[in-house]
């Protein structure tokens, strides 16, 4: 009964946990979704930058391009975001949207040529779990001999 008691608990727990969204959940749902028109029509999904149109000027091809805003430093987010631009539309994003979009960006690089990096929480997590049923299991198998 107590481990039952204990299994909906930790399940419970569990649960609040994957109600919040992550930082990089937010980050991607800004990128995405900004309050206005999708970063992603002109910046691509990576933000590696993307042709927004392509047009005809005295015979010549003109093309319009979203930059590659895969290198950019925090500080030339926060300026790019913060000025008018004849392109680009102005956000008025708040300095946590801008961050969290700017971290999405890095992050999702990263994860493209990087092998995933298991959450240390849930390492401690599942390696703690592990723990406490080996340390069960002589008790629970080996009869016990008074
Ligand atoms: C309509 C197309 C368009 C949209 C939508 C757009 N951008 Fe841009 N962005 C551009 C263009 C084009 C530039 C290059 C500067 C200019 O001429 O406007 C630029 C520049 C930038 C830069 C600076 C690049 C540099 O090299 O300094 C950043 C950072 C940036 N955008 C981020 C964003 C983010 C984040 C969003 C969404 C909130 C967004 N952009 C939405 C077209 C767009």
Redo the contacts with the bound molecule.
Sequence with gaps: MQKLILFSLLFLILDAKNEFISEYEYGQM??SN?R????????GEF?E?KV?ATYKQDNQEIT??????RD?NLT??H???NAN?????R?Y?VNQE?IA??KF?KEKNRRLTQPKIENDEEDLFIYSEENNESDLEPSLNTPTTF
């Excluded at 206005?36 to 910046?43: A, D, P, Q, V």
């Excluded at 319009?64 to 805003?69: E, F, Q, S, V």
């Design positions: 800004l990128y900004p206005g028109i999708s970063c992603t029509n002109c910046h933000g930058g927004i319009l391009k979203g930059a590659d805003i950019l030339q987010f300026k790019a975001l631009h004849t392109i680009m539309p956000y994003l801008v979009i700017y960006i």
